[in-house]
């Protein structure tokens, strides 16, 4: 019969048994199955037996690809099958019966020598790496050892130097590995001893060199695994495992036993996902299925599986035989009759037999692992392995112990913490099982231990809070009357102490009372202020919580007292961790809390001003978030305001504005805060302190500034009328703002804080500090950046209708205020070509001026005389208004030509247009006819050319600011003809208009331009028309 053609099929179309395979299949099982168990039993007695190496499995230990066979499943002339299965399990029943006449040795299987996996690999291709362990995928369990693993390799490093060992990384010294065997396992182990002997250590390596070593290792792996060579990827293992022996340095050991378990992990995935595709099995999330059972895997897989078993049984050492085996425990899923409690107890016992106390916690730890990701209902052995911990942990103190690390010079403290993240895990694993009998059994037992406290910390870490909260007086007890030389006493009170304050609100600690009886005079009797601040910093938020308010100063001075004169740099972590349960407690008492010298004793006690302002700013914020009430005990207010003062005091040339900003919002919310009611000398003197307090903030002094104009304004409103005391105390604060505003840095904030504090003197009848206000505020005109113009022209138009009301000052000249106040604009515009704010403060002054030489001024401050009052029927004051007016009228004039000489025309028509808009509004036309002449030649001066519409267009583009403007401008102009103010353009007070501005016209061209514009026939032009004529 022709030969069949073999074609290899994808990984992930699996070729089904069909109906012809199951009949040649069950004869041929009957003909192998006594072989077989003779086979089995032969490979049973070897690896219990302890040999190096068992009989080669006859078929392949991992298997091969599935074949896609398309022929018949009959046998030909030559005794081979055409299909490939049927061939592979006739060849089967071949090998087994060779098998039991000669042993092959253990690699030779391995690596596919044996003919099945000649027959295979002639036609299978290379297939896909394997694909990576997804570590979300394998529940709870990995999840938690994920961080687990993660907490390890950032605490557990070294600085000392780490070496080696392996056959599989370049370079490195070589060694030379002699090994004592007996001619009955020589020939067993020549394949895998080849490795041994090229075996090289790499010395002197850092912890980032030493990790990526292992990286190489691990893809190593890899590769091996993808190119079939399997003897190299379970040596591979085995050298990985054999690298957890050495313990040296100590301080790395749970860091290395995290990086390798990642390599065996990775190694019992890729068995385990093989002998998966080779039994036909589709996993789900890497995981077998719901409803698997071992009668699904087909007996080929089976076989694998076996002796995959048998070859890392047959591992000489112990330790990477235990390690292994582990890391392939999954796979035991494929087997029949598979009990994996007893499996693992028997791996538990196992370790026993690992000498060093070290090694043989982190196998634990591992076997927990494994154990705790296998879906299995029975954990008994769980406590089988915690068992088995206790009868060995006693080996953590003997004197072989002692002598090594003597020898390293290690400290026993040191030492016994690298076994906290592995009894962490195996209790953390046996609380997962929540049987309370069984976890109470674990916790009495420990304390038949000679030295427990090292098991105390990770029961107490581990098991659930419930739990440890109703055993935790009774340890309190043992501990503080039982002397330790191995876990330092503190370290399990701080533990302690952290667990019941995570858990304030259990109902299982039933008496606190008795609980603070035990601990304090505990605490109390410390000297160390090291483990000191550690027990005080977990046990202060139970504290606290359960002893009276009056006892927080006892507890606060107790502190103070350990710690004196200043704490070390170390202890700042604990001290604010107790600031901060200080003001986070339920039962908090602020008013006792800030009356007392002990918060402050507290905080001088910091050994760095930063730390201290830390500190601070933590009470000064929480304390705003929570006190919402005024704040009017002085004490209390006094204490506070100290506090802030730290904050401040820590400020200097280099500190960033953030910072600055925080604690200015910090210091502004308590002043705000403080308010001692009517009680206005009170509240003054706060100002003052606070003042003095904050000094280099701005932001402080500004809010002080206005806080005080608001108080002065506050006893304005209720005296109304100020008497001698009350008149006093305004001064008083109008002496305040004035000496304050200086410190502040920005000219423009210093400008508008007098401004202010002259209108609130001057409301308070102070016209002496208002007067001494206005010249600050005058003074600071030269100050202004001229980037903001428009800010200036604002504030300065304020300060302009302040000083109508403002009386001059008998020991000036007159209009003192008004002429400075120019004359530093003049200097300022023309030092930055301001023209245009110079022209508009000029154009706001005469309006002014205008309005000062009125009989009776339009606003007045209540009891206050201004200049109408005290220059009533002085013509002297009016001639020189009048006359300081023409001076800045003729200087605008000046500006004026000076545009049209530079061809600036639109500005031109702008300041005509202004102008012309403040003659009509201020100057009286019908007395000064040269005035009706100006204005309407700044009217034709503005039309001329079109520059005035343009300007508007310009300046105040398509908004309705625009059109309202030029409706005033229309407003002006035609108030000019309008003569005799009845709303109508007549035609003699056209000729009059016209007359005026020079343009005189005939009879017949008057008459025809009223025919032009009346548009109603009336013989009169009223507003309407004469609008629609100019527009």
Known sequence: ??????????????????????????????????????????????????????????????????????????????????????????????????????????????????????????????????????????????????????????????????????????????????????????????????????????????????????????????????LDQRVKALKIVIQCSKLLLETHPFAFYPSKFALITDILDKFGRMVFERIAEKGEIRLVDHQLPKYFKPEHVSESARETCRNWMYKIASVRELLPRIYVEMAVLESYSFLENTDFSA??????????????????????????????????????????????????????????????????????????????????????????????????????????????????????????????????LELALHITTTPSTGVPSQQLMVLMGQVLSRNLASSCDSNPGKMLNVVWPYFSRKEDADSYLQCMDAWMPYLLRHWRVKEMHRIINDIVQHCRPKAQAHHVANLTSIIHALVRTEQVDYQSLFTTDSLMGLLDIYPEAHSR????????????????????????????????????????????????????????????RVDFGRDFQQMLSFYGDARAAFTNLDPVLAH?????????????????????????????????????????????????????????????????????????????????????????VSNLSNLLSTLLVQPDTPDQNRLHHLRRLLRNVRTFSISHALHRLRSTIYIQAIRLLSAYIQPD???????????????????????????????????????????????????????????????????????EPSLTQLAAKLFLLARKHNQWDADYASDNAGGSNADEEAGLDLVAAFRVFDRDKNGFITKDELRLAMELIDESMTEEGLNELIKMADVDKDGRINYEEFAKMLL
């Open 1 to 226: 019969m022709a030969s069949c053609r073999r074609r290899t099929q994808s990984p992930a179309i699996q070729h089904p048994f069909g109906r012809r395979h199951r009949q040649i299949v069950q004869k041929l099982v009957e003909e192998t199955r006594l072989a077989e168990e003779d086979n089995r039993r032969q490979r049973e007695t070897l690896a219990v037996n302890g040999c190096g190496a068992a009989p080669s499995p006859a078929p392949d230990v991992d298997g091969r690809e599935p074949v896609d066979v398309r022929r018949e499943h009959e046998p030909g002339a030559d005794g081979q099958f055409t299909c490939v299965v049927c061939q592979a399990v006739f060849s089967t029943h071949r090998l087994l019966q060779r098998h039991r006449e000669r042993a092959h040795h253990f690699g030779q299987a391995l690596e596919g020598s044996d003919p099945l996996s000649q027959f295979v690999s002639k036609d299978e291709v290379e297939g896909p790496d394997i694909p990576a362990m997804n570590v979300n995928q394998k529940g709870a369990a990995a999840q938690e050892w994920l961080k687990h693993r993660t907490a390890i390799l950032s605490k557990f490093t070294t600085s000392e130097k780490l070496s080696i060992k392996s056959s599989f990384l370049q370079g490195g010294e070589k060694l030379v590995v002699k090994q004592e065997i007996n001619d009955k396992i020589k020939h067993r182990l020549q394949q895998l001893d080849e490795f041994e002997e090229h075996v090289s250590e790499h010395k002197g390596l850092s912890r980032d060199d030493y990790v990526s070593r292992i990286t190489q290792i691990s893809q190593e792996l890899h590769q091996a695994w993808a």
């Open 343 to 472: 499996t693992l107890i028997r791996l538990s016992r196992t370790i026993r037999g690992v000498g060093n106390p070290l090694v043989a916690a982190y196998a634990r730890a591992y076997l927990m692992r494994v154990g705790r990701e296998i879906r299995l209902e029975d954990r008994s052995f769980v406590v089988e392995n915690v068992r088995d911990l206790y009868l060995s942990y006693n080996q953590l103190y003997s004197n072989s112990v002692r002598s090594e690390l003597t020898i390293f010079r290690t400290d026993l403290a040191d030492y016994l913490s690298l076994f906290t993240p592995a009894y962490d895990w195996i209790f953390q694993t046996l609380a997962h099982t929540g049987q309370y009998n069984e976890l109470d059994s674990i916790w009495r037992q420990s304390f038949n231990q000679a030295e427990p406290g090292l098991l105390w910390l990770s029961l107490l870490s581990q098991f659930p809070s419930d739990f440890v909260l109703s055993k935790c």
């Open 613 to 672: 302002a830390e500190a601070a700013k933590i009470l000064l914020q929480q304390f705003l978030v929570d006190h919402d009430r005024p704040l009017n005990h002085p004490l209390m207010v006094d204490h506070l305001l100290s506090i802030a003062r730290i904050l401040h005091d820590t400020l200097n040339a280099t500190s960033v504005e953030d910072e600055k900003r925080q604690i200015s919002e910090i210091a502004i919310a308590l002043i705000d």
């Open 704 to 792: 002080l500034v206005q806080a005080i104009n608001r108080l002065s304004s506050r006893t304005r409103q209720l005296i109304q009328e100020h008497n001698e005391r009350t008149g006093h105390f305004v001064r008083a604060c109008g002496a305040f703002a004035y000496i304050t505003i200086p410190a502040i840095t920005c000219p423009m904030v210093r400008f508008r804080l007098y401004l202010l504090s002259s209108q609130v003197a001057l409301a308070n009848e102070c016209l002496g500090q208002a007067d001494a206000c206005l010249e600050g505020a005058i003074g600071l005109v030269t100050e202004f950046s001229p980037a903001e113009e428009q800010w200036i």
């Open 857 to 927: 001024y339009i606003y007045h401050v209540p009891d206050v005389e201004s200049n109408d009052r005290l220059y009533l029927g002085d013509e002297d004051f009016r001639l020189e208004a009048a006359d300081y007016c023409s001076q800045l009228l003729t200087e605008l004039l000046n500006d004026l030509n000076q545009l049209g000489n530079e061809n600036q025309y639109g500005k031109q028509a702008s300041l005509c247009l202004e102008l012309f808009s403040l003659l009509i509004e201020s100057a009286d036309l019908k007395a």
